[in-house]
């Protein structure tokens, strides 16, 4: 089943935000394969943080990804209007994909 | 780099086949991956298939309907669907995975559209 994310996050520019993404032992908890994702409205997806920490060439180094246990989490520094968007968290493997339910940043 | 085609409006019951186009890569290197969007909902990835084309994996919701295929030849990735359900209705994306096999997805195409409904 899905990973479990908040459903919406909120924050004022220039602060931080987390968002967390919780799974179990046989996802999120059995490996570093845990991505996150960003979408705009009418947008697809774009990859932000793969193998938990890892950041994609040319994404801000305000986004940083962390795992402890079963929970993975994102991480949003120093936030700007254009970082109001829908995040997804993955567990990927060789056979499948899990995503989050998805967790809609608000910029206030 | 991706470019999916073959969306549209089909009946419950019904069949529609997706394509994506490819360019940019030397495809068969990578494992690809359909995911579907519901509107107004999240990410619920639907089938991957090896570079090879030899290991196709499936949801299942969709397993026994769906049937993810490609051509090395002609750098094209494609989406069976049979039996098609309200619930398939969605926006359908395809994405390039790793070489290494695992179905993380980066990039992704700019989706289409399909509609299940009588």
């Known amino acids: 089943s899905a990973l479990t994310q908040p459903a919406s996050v909120s924050g004022s520019p220039g602060q931080s935000i987390t968002i967390s993404c919780t799974g179990t032992?046989?996802?999120?908890?059995?490996?570093?394969?845990v991505s996150w994702y960003q979408q705009h409205p009418g947008k697809a997806p774009k990859l932000i943080i793969y193998?938990?920490?890892v950041r994609p060439s040319g994404v801000s180094n305000r986004f940083s990804g962390s795992k402890s246990g079963n929970t993975a989490s994102l991480a949003i520094s120093g936030l700007q209007a254009e970082d109001e968007a829908d995040y997804y968290c993955?567990?990927?493997?060789?056979?499948?994909?899990?995503f989050g339910g998805g967790t809609k940043l608000t910029v206030l | 780099q991706l470019a999916e085609s073959g969306g549209g409006l089909v009946q419950p019951g019904g069949s529609l086949r997706l394509s994506c186009a490819v360019s940019?890569?030397?495809?068969?290197?990578?494992?690809m991956s359909w995911v579907r969007q519901a509107p107004g909902k999240g990410l619920e990835w639907v089938s991957g298939?090896?570079?090879?084309?030899?290991?196709?994996y499936y949801a299942d919701s969709v397993k026994g309907r769906f049937t993810i295929s490609r051509d090395n030849s002609k750098n094209t990735l494609s989406l069976q669907m049979y039996s098609l359900r309200a619930e398939d209705t969605a926006i359908y994306y395809c994405?390039?995975?790793?070489?290494?096999?695992?179905?993380?997805?980066?990039?992704w195409g700019q989706g289409t559209l399909v509609t299940v409904s009588s």
């Open positions: 994405a390039k995975c790793s070489d290494s096999g695992r179905l993380l997805q980066d990039p």
């Open positions: 940019g890569i030397t495809f068969n290197k990578y494992a």
């Open positions: 298939i090896s570079g090879s084309g030899d290991n196709t």
């Open positions: 032992s046989s996802d999120v908890g059995a490996s570093n394969f």
């Open positions: 193998d938990v920490i």
């Open positions: 993955g567990s990927y493997t060789i056979s499948s994909t899990i």
